[in-house]
């Protein structure tokens, strides 16, 4: 599944694409902390058959990326699903609505696997409400933290 819009081309992946590698390594080297987990989990292949990496790229360059995954951060009595998760864009690409075009594609993987809601942890402030998503609330978190989740209706 791609979305190629004026030089973004948004990547739907699992294990054995050909942007798999070179997104670990993106994700592995940039300046987001939690990159680096994420770059683990791709070089171990610790994604679900269903769960999915999407990357976006900009004239061929790695410029973001997010997951679409069964779980995020919450504890298991939680039945939410499914997340949008380590959502990611380079310094040098934000304002280019990269965020949304990553968020529009995992919604759209969601919808095709039946799906009529999306959901995304955060603790960003009125960045997912302009996306379309609405706060459900304060949840603790599997790292005894507590974070703000999102959902989104979907069709």
């Known amino acids: 599944m791609d979305l190629e819009v004026a030089g ?87 304002g280019n609505r990269l965020s949304e075009k990553l968020i529009q594609a995992a919604c759209n993987q969601a919808a095709n696997d039946g799906f009529h809601r999306m959901y995304i942890m955060s603790g960003e402030i009125g960045l997912y409400e302009k996306y379309g998503f609405t706060f459900l609330g304060m949840y603790k978190t599997i790292y005894d933290s507590e974070d703000q989740l999102f959902v989104k209706e979907i069709n």
């Open 8 to 94: 973004i081309d948004i990547q739907v992946m699992k294990n054995g694409h050909k942007y798999w590698k070179a997104t670990a390594d993106f994700a592995m080297n940039c300046s987001w902390r939690a990159g680096g987990y994420l770059a683990k989990l791709m070089y171990e292949n610790a994604f679900a058959e269903e769960e999915r990496v999407l990357v976006a790229l900009v004239d061929g360059n790695i410029a973001g990326f997010c997951t679409y995954a069964k779980k995020d951060e919450l504890p298991e009595e939680y039945d939410f699903t499914p997340f949008i998760g380590f959502m990611f864009v380079d310094e040098k690409y934000r």
